[in-house]
Nanobody, 123 residues
């Protein structure tokens, strides 16, 4: 059974916006570092944005100022609002969760992966 369930991908023109969501079991949502990784065609998977259980956020330099987190704590939902999207943001986006510090999750120490959702930015 999937622990992390994602939704919200799609196709958008450059400059547009999309919001990804990730539903997690309460024990993961309340205690983990969570966020997103992405993998573009032909490229390695990379970290995009992470948030810890105290709402400390960190973003890859390539998305800083364009992507931001929000939460629905009543439903254990994490959102990634992506704006001013660029063609280079095209990738499969994976919700992730790790039990350790977010510094470790940036290095790939991920305990749970979502199934992935496609984001395509193209004119």
């Amino acid at each position: 059974q999937a622990q992390l369930v994602e939704s919200g991908g799609g196709s958008v023109q450059p400059g547009g916006s999309l919001t990804l969501s990730c539903a997690a079991p309460e024990n993961i949502y309340r205690t983990s570092c969570m966020g997103w990784y992405r993998q573009a065609p032909g490229k390695e998977r990379e970290g995009v944005a992470l948030i810890d259980n105290e709402d400390n956020k960190s973003y890859a330099q390539s998305v800083k100022g364009r992507f931001t987190f929000s939460r629905d704590n009543a439903n254990n939902l994490l959102f990634l609002q992506m704006s001013r999207l660029k063609p280079e943001d095209t990738a499969t986006y994976y919700c992730v969760a790790g039990s350790g510090d977010c510094k470790n999750v940036w290095f790939g120490y991920v305990d749970y992966w979502g199934q992935g959702t496609e984001v395509t930015v193209s004119s």
